[in-house]
Protein backbone atom coordinates (compact mmCIF):
# COMPACT_ATOMS: atom_id res chain seq x y z
CA UNK A 1 0.00 0.00 0.00
CA UNK A 2 3.19 2.49 1.04
CA UNK A 3 3.89 1.87 -2.80
CA UNK A 4 1.09 2.66 -4.48
CA UNK A 5 0.77 5.84 -2.77
CA UNK A 6 4.59 6.67 -3.30
CA UNK A 7 3.60 5.43 -6.83
CA UNK A 8 0.16 7.53 -7.04
CA UNK A 9 1.82 11.04 -5.66
CA UNK A 10 4.53 10.46 -8.51
CA UNK A 11 2.03 9.73 -11.37
CA UNK A 12 0.24 12.84 -9.68
CA UNK A 13 3.64 15.29 -9.75
CA UNK A 14 4.27 13.84 -12.93
CA UNK A 15 0.62 15.06 -14.64
CA UNK A 16 0.89 18.15 -12.75
CA UNK A 17 4.07 19.27 -14.19
CA UNK A 18 2.69 18.11 -17.68
CA UNK A 19 0.15 20.71 -16.90
CA UNK A 20 2.47 23.15 -15.77
CA UNK A 21 4.36 22.69 -19.09
CA UNK A 22 1.22 22.51 -21.35
CA UNK A 23 -0.34 25.72 -19.21
CA UNK A 24 2.98 27.08 -19.99
CA UNK A 25 2.99 26.56 -23.87
CA UNK A 26 -0.40 27.36 -24.29
CA UNK A 27 0.03 31.05 -22.54
CA UNK A 28 3.47 31.32 -24.87
CA UNK A 29 1.53 30.19 -27.76
CA UNK A 30 -0.92 32.99 -26.63
CA UNK A 31 1.31 35.58 -26.18
CA UNK A 32 2.81 35.32 -29.64
CA UNK A 33 -0.45 35.39 -31.43
CA UNK A 34 -1.24 38.72 -29.27
CA UNK A 35 2.15 40.07 -29.99
CA UNK A 36 1.26 38.86 -33.98
CA UNK A 37 -2.13 40.93 -33.47
CA UNK A 38 -0.74 44.04 -32.19
CA UNK A 39 2.10 43.99 -34.73
CA UNK A 40 -0.84 43.90 -37.48
CA UNK A 41 -3.05 46.20 -36.00
CA UNK A 42 0.27 48.64 -35.65
CA UNK A 43 0.68 47.83 -39.62
CA UNK A 44 -2.52 48.98 -40.35
CA UNK A 45 -2.56 52.10 -38.35
CA UNK A 46 0.31 53.17 -39.26
CA UNK A 47 -0.44 52.62 -43.36
CA UNK A 48 -3.71 54.16 -42.73
CA UNK A 49 -1.91 57.39 -40.98
CA UNK A 50 0.62 57.20 -44.03
CA UNK A 51 -2.53 57.14 -46.76
CA UNK A 52 -4.26 59.56 -45.23
CA UNK A 53 -1.14 61.73 -44.99
CA UNK A 54 -0.15 61.06 -48.62
CA UNK A 55 -3.57 62.12 -49.51
CA UNK A 56 -3.47 65.56 -47.86
CA UNK A 57 -0.12 66.33 -49.20
CA UNK A 58 -1.47 65.21 -52.39
CA UNK A 59 -4.53 67.75 -51.71
CA UNK A 60 -2.26 70.33 -50.20
CA UNK A 61 -0.29 70.28 -53.55
CA UNK A 62 -2.54 70.50 -55.26
CA UNK A 63 -4.31 73.67 -53.78
CA UNK A 64 -0.85 75.05 -54.23
CA UNK A 65 -0.92 74.99 -57.59
CA UNK A 66 -3.78 76.12 -58.45
CA UNK A 67 -3.35 79.25 -56.21
CA UNK A 68 0.13 79.69 -57.39
CA UNK A 69 -1.74 79.12 -62.01
CA UNK A 70 -4.14 81.71 -60.24
CA UNK A 71 -1.73 83.74 -59.00
CA UNK A 72 0.16 84.15 -62.48
CA UNK A 73 -3.07 84.61 -64.13
CA UNK A 74 -3.48 87.67 -62.09
CA UNK A 75 -0.20 89.20 -62.28
CA UNK A 76 -0.60 88.96 -65.88
CA UNK A 77 -3.61 90.44 -66.39
CA UNK A 78 -2.23 93.06 -63.71
CA UNK A 79 0.93 93.44 -66.11
CA UNK A 80 -1.50 93.96 -68.82
CA UNK A 81 -3.42 96.47 -67.53
CA UNK A 82 -0.43 98.27 -66.46
CA UNK A 83 0.70 98.28 -70.31
CA UNK A 84 -2.84 99.31 -71.07
CA UNK A 85 -2.34 102.39 -68.71
CA UNK A 86 1.27 102.84 -69.48
CA UNK A 87 0.23 103.33 -73.09
CA UNK A 88 -2.35 105.99 -72.19
CA UNK A 89 -0.44 107.82 -69.70
CA UNK A 90 2.42 108.23 -72.36
CA UNK A 91 -0.04 109.34 -74.70
CA UNK A 92 -1.71 111.86 -72.44
CA UNK A 93 2.44 113.08 -71.45
CA UNK A 94 3.47 113.54 -74.84
CA UNK A 95 0.82 115.22 -76.09
CA UNK A 96 0.99 117.33 -72.57
CA UNK A 97 4.53 118.28 -73.59
CA UNK A 98 4.04 118.91 -77.09
CA UNK A 99 1.21 121.24 -75.56
CA UNK A 100 3.99 123.00 -73.45
CA UNK A 101 6.54 123.34 -76.28
CA UNK A 102 4.21 124.80 -78.54
CA UNK A 103 2.97 127.30 -75.95
CA UNK A 104 6.78 127.78 -75.20
CA UNK A 105 8.66 127.58 -78.66
CA UNK A 106 5.79 128.50 -80.68
CA UNK A 107 4.23 125.70 -83.77
Known sequence: MELTAIEWVKKAE????????SVKK????????????LEQLTSDNLNQIRAATDERQK???????ENSQKLHQEEEEQSHL????????????LSYLIER??????S
Not at 14 to 21: D, I, L, N, S
Not at 26 to 37: A, C, I, V
Not at 101 to 106: A, F, H
Open 26 to 37: DMQEQHQLLQQE
Open 82 to 93: LEKQFEANKEAV
Open 59 to 65: EADQEIA
Open 101 to 106: VKQNYG
Open 14 to 21: EKAQAYEK
